[in-house]
């Protein structure tokens, strides 16, 4: 039988790759498919304007390694040593996890050995240490793994020698963790890495050899700090369905099934509005959403409705704005048959649907006075009264509003009765936009993804690193909605089988002047506007232009003149938004238009 051929080139790769870093040398890994560190440092960008940096679609934080330390410090000091590392570990195996699935969903092609070795290149990305791989084999589909590394220049070991000096245990605690996480990730089999060497016991670089768990023995002392409970539960990567503890250890986002649709968040805004939705949901008051258009108003609540004691009973909706002023009363309390023309039989209004259930009011602020003081009057009595009727009609309903306006302004204004905000205004949740939860927006973008690939039957594997960037960037006039539609639109329009690219789903005019900044191969920061080859063909067209309009030579001076007029036509006519383009300020700017005029 020949052998598997992974399982005897990987061996050989590993340990020329460790000789040829120990000689200085480039690593063949990095001759390979992609991931290659290039297309990782690709993935990594900052946008200081709103104090963000993303790793792809995951948001990171750049600290000093003197506060991890002094937060390592506290834990030792006030958990003692074994909970303080066991809570290190288990954050180091969530870490491992999510780039594990990073790259997973970035390079789903990728070959074998470049995705499991991605893993090393992103803990040097982003600065933790620095692997250097001895020998590692590994069989995908017969999930078994081998592999044996040194690290070098651990910064969990510069903080724990630093605080506590030599000892006898190792300390690398978090990048154990990192590596059980993104192997298990990567193979879809639990996976434990042992430190069995460590600069923080005196060794002069750290040596770990991770193996299938089955493989290692007794492994209960591993499994005791990466909290063996969601560490078994966790499923294979392939399409395996996974339960709610296996999404916590990968790092899955917070979601709530409310009909076809779901609630995807991680942000502390989303967070917050989900606490306080669940804190009103038993009781019966009434609550108010506010919030701009687009941000999720009527889907909070449905799973208000859903996660009530009302829940066995109907939700009924009505968007107060959709219906004529001479209708609102008989949608709301229903019509006895002849009270108008036209009203042939007698009908049940929206207040009967809803009897015992959930009664979402959407759009209230757009209700006429008239259809407010009726409103008022149902919601004070439980009563009602169909239009041409003379009986009264008993009804327990709870009623759920909505608005995108500030009903306090229209109160102020004379246009919304006072009385009926302060019934309305019982418990209100404010729902944040969609560019004050940018967390979010990775996780809405997956989702969206997936649910409209299986809408179209169509196959598309993800977003171009500056898809991500633009959507990261944009602020989202329309939210969520506006998202969805982006992406849906991206589904329809990339090639099937390829990714969505910025093109695919933004027009020009769309996108904000500011640009985010990525990390260039050289370790730079580098703004979209800096140049690459892509934008090689917008330079070449600017030369011929400058030839094509007479210029004798082509000078400095000339592209200037030419670059700064296109910015500012480009942002019609606005200074501030033309210096923004060209990277000045609107007085530097102004500066130079006004030497070129003179010249």
């Known amino acids: 039988m020949k052998p598997s051929p992974s399982l005897i080139s990987l061996a050989e790769v590993s340990r020329a790759t460790g000789a040829m870093m120990r000689r200085g040398e480039p690593s063949p890994l990095d001759s390979g498919q992609h991931p290659l560190m290039s297309d990782l440092t690709e993935c990594l960008f900052f946008s200081p304007g709103d104090g963000r ?42 870490s491992g996890a999510r780039d594990a ?10 070959d074998a050995i470049s ?21 590692f084999d590994f069989d995908v589909a017969r999930g078994t793994y081998h592999g044996e590394f040194l690290w070098h220049h651990s910064s969990e070991d510069d903080e724990h020698i630093g605080a506590y000096g030599l000892g006898t245990e190792p300390a690398c605690w978090s990048q154990i963790g990192y590596a059980c996480g993104y192997v298990t990730g990567m193979l879809g089999k639990p996976v434990i890495f042992r430190e069995v060497e460590c600069r923080s016991m005196g060794s002069a670089v750290c040596r770990v050899i991770g193996k299938n768990a089955d493989a290692w023995g007794d492994i209960s002392e591993d499994l005791r700090y990466l909290n063996v409970q969601d560490f078994l539960s ?14 916590a250890v990968l790092g899955g986002a917070v979601l709530a099934e409310s009909g076809e649709q779901e609630m995807v968040g991680v942000s502390s805004a989303f967070k917050s509005a989900c606490h306080m939705l669940s804190r009103v949901a038993p009781t019966q008051a009434t609550v108010l959403f506010t919030g701009e258009s687009g ?27 959709a219906i004529p002023d001479t209708l609102i009363e008989s949608e709301l309390f229903g019509v006895e048959r002849g009270a108008f023309t036209g009203a042939t039989v007698s009908r ?14 959407d759009e209230i602020g757009t209700l006429s006075l008239v259809g407010q003081g009726k409103l008022l009057r149902a919601l004070q009595e439980g009563e009602i009264e169909r239009v041409g009727g003379s009986r009264t009609v008993k009804v327990d309903v709870r009623v759920v509003a909505a608005t995108n306006v500030d009903l306090q302004a229209e109160v102020r204004a004379g246009r919304f009765r006072e009385d009926l905000y302060f019934r309305l205004d019982v418990f209100p949740i404010p729902l944040p936009p969609l560019r004050e939860r940018r967390e979010d927006i990775p996780l809405l973008m997956n989702y969206f993804l997936h649910r409209y690939c299986r809408r179209h039957g169509r196959t598309v594997h993800g977003y171009t690193p500056r898809a991500v960037k633009a959507l990261l960037n944009y602020e989202f006039p329309g939210n969520i909605r506006e998202l969805q539609n982006l992406v849906e639109r991206g589904v329809i329009t990339a090639d099937d089988g390829g990714v969505i690219d910025v093109p695919h789903m933004l027009r020009r005019e769309q996108l904000r002047d500011a640009a985010l900044l990525s990390v260039g191969a050289g370790g730079t920061l580098a703004t979209a506007s ?27 001076d000339a592209i200037e003149r030419q670059l700064m007029e296109e910015a500012v036509q480009e942002a019609d ?22 030497a070129v005029q003179k010249g």
């Open 348 to 361: 049940p209004g929206r207040f009967e649907r809803a009897d015992g259930g959930t009664l979402f009011l």
């Open 234 to 247: 966790t499923q294979a990567f392939a399409g395996a369905a996974t339960s709610a503890a296996s999404r």
């Open 573 to 594: 006519g606005k200074l501030s938004a033309a210096a923004r383009l060209l990277g000045l300020t609107r007085a530097q700017l102004a500066y130079r238009l006004k």
């Open 101 to 110: 699935e990073l790259v997973r969903q970035r390079w789903p092609d990728g």
């Open 53 to 94: 940096i993303w790793l792809n679609d995951q948001r990171m934080v750049l600290m000093h390694t003197s506060s991890l330390g002094a937060l390592r410090r506290e834990l030792i000091d006030s958990l003692g040593l074994e909970r303080a590392r066991g809570l290190l570990t288990r954050a180091g195996y969530e």
């Open 530 to 556: 800096s140049p690459t080859e892509e934008d090689a063909p917008v330079a070449r067209s600017l030369l011929a232009r400058l030839r094509e309009a007479g210029q004798p030579g082509v000078s400095l």
């Open 115 to 135: 995705t499991f070795m991605a893993g090393t290149r992103l803990h040097a990305l982003e600065g933790v240490v620095k692997v250097e791989p001895l020998e």
């Open 295 to 321: 941000v999720g108003k009527e889907l909070f609540a449905s799973m208000l409705h859903r996660i009530s004691p009302r829940k066995e009973k109907p939700f009924v909706a009505l968007n107060c704005a």
